[in-house]
């Protein structure tokens, strides 16, 4: 018997869910390698936490200048007329 997809239910595209697969592989790999070799996964972990801290520091730095905080689009107030 064929089965059937829920009402309202959309089913994934065929890109997506060949990304998804892709993305499970890799994430499969990259589990493996950590656990057979923890000190690249803290190498990596340390690296990561580096250059987030260095774009943290420059966005605080660009306010701290600028003398005004940044605010996404959907969080400013559109004026109404």
Do not use: C, D, K, N
Not at 27 to 39: C, G, H, M, N, T
Request: hydrophobic content about 60%; charged content about 10%.
């Amino acid at each position: 018997m064929a089965e059937t997809i829920e009402e309202g239910a959309a089913q994934m595209p065929g890109w997506m869910r060949a990304l998804a697969i892709i993305v499970g592989i890799i994430s499969i790999i990259a589990a493996i390698i950590v656990l057979l070799y923890p000190a690249i996964a803290v190498a990596t972990l340390i690296t990561l936490l580096a250059i987030g801290l260095l774009l943290i520091g420059i966005e605080r730095l660009a306010i701290g200048i600028s003398g005004r905080p940044y605010r996404p689009a959907a969080h400013r107030r559109v004026a109404t007329a």
